[in-house]
């Protein structure tokens, strides 16, 4: 039978370019499809990384003009990835962060940046190029959304469309004058187009023309369908729902392996905890904190911002320093949270750890030599922080929201009684839930047998791709008129 064709379209791909959790899935799940009998290849924007990874790859496209100036697209293979790369210079060729530029304000041209990607996956649907025509064309949030609206407005036979909203919170709107400039038609601009409160919205435009949507946990994909959730959205998703869907993410456990991670300082597994004692005194070591094998170490690898509730955590530090805990963080955002670790670690030297920035290696050892995650987050679509967690012998501390709730069992007296137990759920989030967590955890700790159970019952889950990609197979399939 032959494979089924998928072209995923995505903005960043691990390894290659990654700024969050959309490049970790567009970099994974390919693999894990191809067990499923469908074969993906990635467009991905060619930016300066991408392109030194492809310089072996072959010119298959030229555009004499994508947006003010010449491009072409690039195949070849990367990282184990099956690639195509817009090489657009006019529009990629910057280092540093993909979305915003030195100065911390988005890049000015972004709509038009994303628009080509989007219009390069549409004329690769369409069959204006020498490349294959996918059966279907899989939009990864904002970036890559209004690839179905271009082919929507192309008119004709077309590949099916999905799109998957990895945070609803990110939009994309531009001003309503781009209509003519990004090459659309004037009847593009309505409510049942790509029109959003005045403006061009990309994502709007994604969720409206898409064949499906999707989601990255269930209980996401319901959270969006109320206002509190939905960022403006949630009556047009309640529209689509018949069209939407919530897959839960997976980790890449190859590259998130305790056994084989040549990034920790010795290899551990569920039977062979010994490793994670090395971890957890190199993990001191480099925090700064108090080498204390009895401490309870707290890590926390995120994004610093008030969607992930982090400014409850600053609150609750004092709790956390009481309760004879070291907290080990790792992260980057607001300039107001990040000087707040900083005054923290200043006043609890030893105690409380904090790296203001990102660095691979120290978030595997954060996972590794942690004695727990937090991830006390206001929403979240997914996260695989908790996933990762579970996978190192990290017991996670969620709030039971999005995808924590779905992957996380909380440690209550029948889950306790009834050996399932993986983790701990905060709820609602808020800092005296918080601190009663937090709380919580240090009894736990305090009590041997059931952490350990605790951290086997994690490690013992399965958070591969496996499952999900064969939910993705079956949409695509569905999607198709495939068996």
């Known amino acids: 039978m032959t494979a089924l064709a998928v072209l ?5 791909v691990y390894p290659l370019v990654k700024t969050g959790g959309l490049a970790d899935v567009a970099g994974a799940l390919p693999g894990a499809l191809a067990a499923e009998g469908v074969a993906v290849r990635t467009l991905v924007p060619g930016y300066p990384k991408v392109m030194k990874a492809l310089e072996g790859g072959t010119a298959v496209h030229a555009f004499a003009d994508l947006f003010g100036g010449p491009a072409r697209l690039v195949a070849g293979t990367a990282s184990g990835l099956d690639l195509i790369a817009l090489d657009a210079p006019h529009l990629f060729a910057r280092d540093g962060n993909p979305y915003v530029g030195p100065d911390g304000r988005d890049w000015p041209n ?11 996956a549409a004329d690769i649907g369409l069959g204006r190029t020498p490349l294959p025509v996918p059966d279907v064309v899989h939009a990864h949030d904002w970036q890559a959304a209004m690839a179905p609206a271009y082919l929507h407005y192309a008119g004709g036979a ?4 999905v799109v998957t909203v990895h945070n609803l919170a ?19 601009y309505a409510v049942d187009g790509i029109e959003y409160y005045g403006t061009i919205g990309y994502l709007k435009a994604g969720l ?36 939407l869907a919530g897959i839960i993410n997976g980790i890449d456990v190859d590259v998130w392996n305790p056994a084989t991670d040549p990034l920790l ?15 957890k005194a190199a993990l001191q070591q480099a925090m700064g904190l108090a080498v204390d094998p009895g401490a309870l170490v707290l890590g926390v690898v995120s994004r610093l911002s008030w969607q ?38 200043a006043r609890w030297p030893g105690r409380i750890g904090c790296r203001i920035g990102y660095d691979e290696a120290l978030a595997h050892l954060i996972q590794a030599g942690s004695d727990a995650i937090l991830v006390p987050s206001r929403f979240e679509p997914c996260g695989l922080t908790q996933l990762c967690a579970m996978r190192y012998g990290a017991v996670p501390i969620v709030a039971r929201v999005g995808g924590l709730a779905d992957t996380v069992i909380d440690a209550n007296e029948m889950a306790l009684a009834a050996g399932v137990a993986t983790g701990l759920h905060v709820a609602p989030i808020g800092r005296e839930r918080l601190e009663a967590a937090l709380r919580r955890a240090a009894s736990l700790w305090n009590d041997p047998p059931t952490w350990r159970r605790l951290q086997k019952n994690g490690m013992a889950t399965d958070v591969s791709w496996t499952h999900p990609a064969r939910r993705y197979a079956a949409l695509y399939r569905d999607l198709v008129g495939r068996d």
């Open 308 to 345: 992930k509730g982090l400014d409850l955590l600053v609150d609750a530090l004092p709790v956390l320093v009481g309760e004879g805990a070291q907290l080990a963080l790792l992260g980057a955002g607001e300039p107001a949270l990040e000087q707040g670790f900083a005054a923290a670690q």
């Open 8 to 12: 995923s379209v995505a903005s960043e």
């Open 208 to 243: 409206q023309l898409a064949d499906r949507i999707t989601t990255v946990s269930p209980t996401y994909a319901a959270e969006i369908l109320e206002p509190e959730a939905g960022m403006g959205l949630d009556g047009l998703l309640r529209v689509r729902a018949g069209a």
């Open 158 to 161: 077309r590949p099916g469309t």
């Open 170 to 188: 990110f939009q994309g709107q531009f001003p309503a004058e781009l209509l003519g400039p990004l090459g659309l038609p004037p009847h593009a």
């Open 265 to 279: 300082p010795a290899a551990f597994d569920a039977r062979r905890l010994k490793g994670r004692a090395k971890a």
């Open 110 to 120: 972004n709509a038009f940046r994303f628009a080509a990607l989007a219009r390069a």
